[in-house]
């Protein structure tokens, strides 16, 4: 039984196993962030303050912690990266193409994570014991930045994952020539 095909325009399965894995760990992220707008951030802002703060600062340290979740974050870009790679020089450029977009998509939203939510989520992690706090305009500033960039988020990984659907739609298109 033959296990790969090397032509252009056929397929092979690590070709194949590349590109699943990168459309479901995008995918993934996606359905994490979609989560946080239509249900957790809208559910916190109901609260008050102290428990808006408390519960952030959980779901924060919870995922910081979690090894699970910095795998699938980080080896979404990489797996991505790799099946374009591997596209390109399989001579699926339109697959690599559409891959390729979707990394870049992808790598934008890992920069405003790196640059706006982590950084808010530190400050709000510094500003100590919710239960002591006094001063809660650090909530305004959170709710209003992270919630606006989470939106971007997850539109970034939403538009990453339709490329990534594309990438597959021509990736089959190819294997049936």
């Known amino acids: ?10 397929r092979n399965r690590i070709a194949t196993v590349w590109l699943m894995v990168s459309t479901v760990l995008v995918g993934l992220m996606a359905g994490l962030f979609f989560a946080f707008d239509v249900s957790v951030m809208p559910g916190l802002a109901r609260g ?9 600062q959980n ?14 974050f980080v080896m979404a870009l990489l ?9 390109y020089r399989k001579g699926r450029r339109g ?5 390729g977009a979707a990394a870049a998509l992808y790598l934008v ?10 950084p808010l989520n530190n400050e709000l992690a510094d500003a100590g014991d919710a239960a002591k706090l006094t ?16 939106i971007i988020r997850t539109l970034l990984c939403t538009a990453a994952l339709t490329a990534l659907a594309r990438a597959l739609v021509q990736y089959g298109r190819a294997a049936a020539r």
């Open 1 to 10: 039984m033959q296990t790969q095909t090397n032509t252009a325009g056929g």
């Open 48 to 56: 008050d303050e102290r428990t808006y703060v408390t519960a952030m």
């Open 59 to 72: 779901f924060n340290a919870v995922i910081d912690g979690n090894g699970l979740f910095g795998t699938v």
């Open 79 to 87: 797996v991505a990266v790799a099946s374009a790679v591997l596209e």
């Open 95 to 99: 697959v690599a193409v559409w891959v």
């Open 109 to 118: 939203m890992l920069v405003i994570t790196f640059t706006v939510n982590i």
């Open 135 to 150: 001063d809660f305009s650090i909530v305004e500033k959170f709710k209003g930045t992270w919630v606006t960039t989470n």
